[in-house]
């Protein structure tokens, strides 16, 4: 007795209706990635425009938080696709395009912490010229005032905002909250509490204040001396942490092939990682060891 495996030609279509199937799941596989990506990529846009858009606007740097997240991603694929170019290898394109994204974030620390020093040694002549409205006959909101005609920025824009707080309804108490909180400087507390002293006791505190901006006036100095002394450390911290990728970059330029191996086999990209971590640890060391607080 003969038996006959029926054919999938007859009634089915044969390779073309397995290859219809295949199609169809991997267009609506192409599709749930693209939802998930779109959802994914708004998402980001929202936190990006909320944590930058208010960084930027607190550091007074007025500028599109969507073009420049626009601008982070351009400069991101641009340097992902060349570094895949010079090394022929996808992960260190996609190593690459990582570690880009987190270039907005550093440099709006960086501005942030620039801004707080300029501020905090702007701390002493601001105490000076609020005891010098005090000691004049004015109240605390006109010696504010005319310390932030005379003083120039950031100090100036920061006491602008405090008084233009208190203009709009908000009690000084809060505006100072505030000024502490968008300065969160040791110096910054200082000053907040011995306004509030001149805000609730109404007497003259310009004497108290005058103290207070001479001994911070002398914190600064012996905290400038120290960075001048530790100064060698911070440079040797800078040293070891780019020795490392210019020398890889010369021995590229001079092997590109065997120099290629490093990003094109697990065991390079392994290495590559330890050496990151190592760097990492011992930049951190340094700091950690030349930090010396007053």
């Not at 932030?148 to 100072?176: K, N, V």
């Not at 290629?260 to 330890?274: D, H, K, P, W, Y």
Request: hydrophobic letters at 55%.
């Amino acid at each position: 007795m003969n038996f006959a495996w029926p054919s999938l030609g007859a009634g089915t279509g044969g390779p073309e209706w397995i290859f219809a199937a295949v199609f169809g799941a991997a267009a609506l596989g192409f599709v749930a990635l693209a939802m998930i990506g779109t959802r994914a990529a708004a998402g980001y846009r929202v936190r990006f425009a909320t944590e930058v858009g208010g960084r930027l606007h607190r550091a007074f740097v007025f500028v599109d938080s969507g073009r420049l997240l626009a601008m982070g991603m351009l400069v991101a694929v641009a340097a992902a696709l060349a570094v895949t170019w010079a090394s022929a290898s996808a992960a260190a394109g996609v190593i690459t395009a990582l570690v880009c994204g987190l270039v907005p974030r550093l440099l709006l620390g960086r501005l942030r912490r620039r801004r707080e020093a300029r501020f905090r040694d702007q701390i002493p002549d601001l105490i000076g010229l609020v005891a010098g409205g005090l000691r004049a006959g004015n109240g605390l909101a006109q010696a504010l005032a005319q310390a932030a005609a005379e003083i120039p920025p950031p100090a100036s824009q920061e006491l602008r905002l405090l008084l233009r707080e208190q203009h709009l309804g908000a009690t000084l108490e809060r505006c100072l909250i505030g000024l502490e909180t968008r300065m969160p400087l040791e110096e910054t507390r200082l000053l907040v509490a011995a306004l509030r002293v001149a805000a609730s006791s109404g007497g003259s505190v310009a004497a108290a204040l005058d103290a207070l901006a001479e001994t911070t006036r002398r914190k600064i100095a012996l905290e400038g001396r120290i960075r001048a002394l530790t100064a060698q450390g911070r440079l040797q911290a800078l040293v070891m942490g780019l020795l490392p990728f210019a020398l890889a970059g010369v021995l590229f330029a001079i092997d590109p092939v065997s120099m290629g191996a490093l990003f094109r086999s697990g065991i390079g990209l392994a290495v590559c990682l330890f050496v990151l971590v190592s760097q990492a640890a011992g930049i951190y060391l340094i700091r950690r060891i030349v930090a010396i607080e007053v």
